[in-house]
């Protein structure tokens, strides 16, 4: 029986609070062990079951919405669980398809192959004789992992700044994860995914996925292909068998950059487990995660790489701005500067020392701090390609990944570093050209007699202007003090020269006793300043 909204929201806050994370919440001092508080958010994930682990994975593929060891801890949260009956699963299949298990299969097996936290899945072969498996989505999961980020999200909105200035428009994050995982929940969209995968991947020899079955395929039920080889990328078993595991690195590499640059469509979770060795050829399974990058993101993708080779720091920032959903006013020049720093870091190393992953995740650390919303997409590929290099280093620890991106980008006919060049936009740039040349002699001619008749006017814009401009004025009130001082023991001492009378040798006296006594106040708000 299913918790209600208010019980479960209860049992959340309270596991929650056991994992000390009642801080968050009872006062607004940060945790001083920012690594334990991400294994312990982790723990608490794992303690609330099958719909947090679930939440849990799908923020791990949301760089923008915690620090990067949180993302990390909660990329290792097992996708295992409890199996649920084989009774369970007979009468899923015979709701959602209105056949009986034998009305369509020979044999079923009873022991799942796996129990994961969405769906479980058992081995069956078709009466055609087909060797097939059938993924069935967990009883009740759909309610409550859509309850359970409905409540996560009541949770974190309510948290103080203390929480919330980690984050990057959480309201909106979680609006997203709920779609998508309502996208998710329906078998037949991973079906549709499987069919264009394999569609767009006809030609290439090296890489396929299995067949799904479109007929014996609802929102809770997935028939598809039982793909038999060798599982989890096994160093051992690739060797035995007789293939190259640079030959495979490579190919698995160069399948994602095609599934990214040419087809728009990728894997969104190409870990171990999702990969097989059959017959020549990687089988990549499980598409409940994937993501489309359109035509524009992918250009802005190649411009992005191609304004770090050209050095252009303002260039980078635009395309970042362009793609990014931006919410509150970006200090351009602060921004200016990360990128900067961004940029020396990887003209200082070698070709041979940076990896993609690294430069995706350190683009999205500078557009998480200046509250830059990346496309999901865009961070959902930072995701992939994370646990794709991975998997290709710990098979063939030699290779060497952004080269064979480079390779890949420069040979590959569909992507130019630069511009399509065409006589369209030849003949449109030269009459912009012959357009702008006609007009620069009269302003020039406009801007030389503006200088001769004395009407110039320097406009200057100040990067915190109030700031600079209030200590500059400091500046020159102490010099003004200080002159005046100066003057006053100046003057005292001219009196007391040329004095003759007491009384005036003792205004004399008090004079040079106050402007000490200004020059000692003077000289202890200086140092008070710390600018001294």
Same mark, same amino acid.
């Given at each position: 029986m299913s918790k209600t909204s208010r019980e479960r929201l209860k049992e959340i806050a309270s596991v929650l609070a056991s994992?000390?994370?009642?801080?968050?919440?009872?006062?607004?001092?940060?945790?001083?062990?920012?690594? %334990?508080?991400?294994?312990?958010?982790r723990k608490a994930f794992e303690e609330l079951g099958p719909s947090f682990i679930k939440i849990g994975q799908i923020i791990s593929t949301r760089r923008d919405l915690l620090p990067n060891n949180y993302i990390q801890e909660l990329s290792k949260l097992r996708d295992d669980a409890p199996p649920f009956s084989y009774n369970e699963m007979r009468r899923i299949f015979k709701e959602d398809l209105g056949l009986s298990l034998e009305d369509v299969f020979a044999y079923v097996d009873e022991q799942p192959l796996a129990s994961a936290s969405v769906a479980q899945v058992h081995k069956a072969r078709l009466k055609s004789g087909e060797n097939?498996?059938?993924?069935? %989505?967990?009883?009740?999961?759909?309610?409550?992992l859509l309850r359970d980020i409905r409540l996560f999200s009541r949770i974190v909105s309510m948290a103080p700044n203390t929480v919330k200035e980690m984050l990057v428009d959480a309201e909106s994050a979680f609006k997203e994860m709920l779609e998508t995982t309502k996208i998710e929940l329906d078998f037949r969209n991973e079906a549709k995914y499987l069919v264009k995968f394999r569609e767009l991947n006809q030609s290439a020899k090296a890489v396929t996925a299995p067949k799904p079955?479109?007929?014996?395929?609802?929102?809770?039920?997935l028939v598809e292909e039982f793909v038999d080889g060798i599982k989890g990328l096994d160093s051992s078993k690739i060797v035995s068998a007789g293939y190259d595991k640079q030959d495979i690195a490579e190919k698995l590499m160069y399948s994602f950059l095609s599934q990214v640059f040419h087809d728009g469509f990728f894997h969104g979770d190409p870990h171990q487990g999702n990969l097989i060795i059959k017959n020549q050829q990687i089988v990549f399974l499980d598409f409940g995660i994937t993501g489309e990058l359109s035509s524009n993101?992918?250009?802005?993708?190649?411009?992005l790489v191609n304004s770090l080779v050209l050095e252009d720091i303002e260039s980078m920032m635009n395309i970042l701005l362009q793609m990014a959903i931006v919410k509150t006013k970006v200090d351009r020049f602060a921004l200016n500067e990360d990128l900067s720093d961004f940029y020396h870091t990887y003209v200082s190393r070698s070709f041979k020392n940076i990896d993609l992953s690294t430069f995706f995740s350190d683009v999205l650390y500078i557009t998480h701090k200046h509250k830059m919303i990346m496309p999901n997409d865009f961070l959902l590929l930072a995701k992939s390609l994370t646990i794709l290099e991975g998997v290709i280093t710990e098979l063939y620890p030699d290779i060497n990944v952004l080269q064979i991106a480079t390779s890949y980008i420069k040979t590959n006919d569909s992507i130019s570093f630069f511009d399509s060049f065409s006589k369209d936009k030849l003949m449109v740039g030269l009459y912009q050209f012959a357009q702008n040349s006609v007009s620069i002699p009269i302003k020039l001619t406009k801007a030389l007699d503006t200088i001769n008749n004395g009407r110039i006017k320097i406009h200057l814009d100040l990067v915190d202007g109030n700031v600079k401009w209030t200590g500059l004025n400091k500046m020159v009130n102490r010099i003004v003090f200080a002159v005046i001082i100066a003057a006053l023991i100046l003057a005292s001492a001219v009196i007391l020269?040329?004095?003759?009378?007491?009384?005036?040798?003792?205004?004399?006296?008090?004079?040079?006793?106050g402007a000490g006594v200004m020059g000692l106040w003077l000289l202890i708000s200086i140092i008070k300043s710390g600018t001294l």
């Open positions: 994992y000390g994370f009642g801080h968050i919440y009872n006062t607004r001092i940060r945790s001083r062990d920012k690594e %334990q508080d991400a294994k312990n958010l097939v498996i059938i993924k069935v %989505q967990r009883p009740e999961i759909e309610e409550n079955y479109l007929k014996l395929t609802s929102k809770r039920i993101v992918r250009e802005s993708l190649v411009k020269a040329v004095a003759e009378g007491t009384g005036v040798s003792l205004l004399a006296i008090v004079i040079f006793i």
